[in-house]
């Protein structure tokens, strides 16, 4: 079946702190994959995308995330945190419709 | 940029109430979506369009229909709204597989 997993529900940091955000998907080839932050009370705005090449990819907001295939990984990182970061982050792929995680809280500490 | 419009942020309606929740966009995109947001569930497709006049059901139409007269324009339709469908509702388009966008979102609440 067609998933993404994402294992953490919340995530709290310090600010400062660096970040890393854990995604896994469950699909029969390489799919393309994405990032999304929501704000309280907003929409999703994307954060980055993978669809070939680099398996580094750069986003917004000082955001990078890394495709690993072994491990069917996408996972979200940041150097470091700064407060205007908390929000909720969601893993998606995309095989013709966007397959979503459940999404990942992130609470950031001052 | 893309701007993808939703006619209301926040709604208030009564059960059995006809409820249309209105989205626009504005890069010509053929492609539109339907989710409804829960905790704890993340996003879940109701129902989508790749045209005009188009629709395709999604994990979870029940409840819900469509209607994409214009291509710029896709209404989601609680025929008689109920309890359970108080959620948040956002509405996404996209030209192609990639990446889709997002409108602001409807918070509904049905009493």
């Known amino acids: 079946a067609q998933s993404v997993t994402q294992p953490d529900i919340h995530i709290t940091v310090s600010e400062g702190a660096s970040l890393e955000l854990r995604c896994n998907y469950s699909?029969?080839?390489?799919?393309?994959l994405f990032w999304y932050v929501q704000s309280p009370g907003q929409g999703l705005q994307l954060l980055l995308k993978?669809?070939?090449?680099?398996?580094l990819v750069q986003g917004i907001k000082g955001f990078e995330a890394e495709f690993k295939r072994s491990q069917s990984s996408f996972n979200l990182r940041k150097p470091s945190v700064h407060w205007s970061d908390a929000a909720e982050y969601f893993c998606?792929?995309?095989?013709?419709?966007?397959?979503f995680g459940q999404g990942t809280t992130l609470q950031v500490k001052p | 940029d893309v701007k993808v419009t939703q006619s209301s942020r926040y709604l208030v309606k009564r059960t059995g109430e006809k409820v249309f929740l209105e989205c626009v966009q504005d890069?010509?995109?053929?492609?539109m979506f339907w989710y409804r947001q829960d905790p704890g569930l993340g996003l879940r497709l109701i129902y989508f369009?790749?045209?005009?006049?188009?629709?395709e059901k999604g994990d979870i139409p029940e409840g819900y229909s469509v209607s994409r007269e214009k291509k710029e324009r896709f209404s989601l339709i609680l025929e008689s709204a109920s309890t359970n469908q108080t959620s948040m509702y956002l509405c996404?388009?996209?030209?192609?597989?990639?990446?889709?966008?997002f409108g602001p979102g409807t918070r509904l609440t049905v009493t």
């Open positions: 369009s790749y045209d005009v006049k188009m629709k």
């Open positions: 699909y029969g080839a390489t799919p393309y």
């Open positions: 890069m010509d995109h053929e492609n």
């Open positions: 996404a388009s996209t030209s192609s597989h990639y990446e889709q966008y």
């Open positions: 993978y669809f070939s090449g680099d398996t």
């Open positions: 998606a792929f995309n095989t013709g419709k966007l397959i």
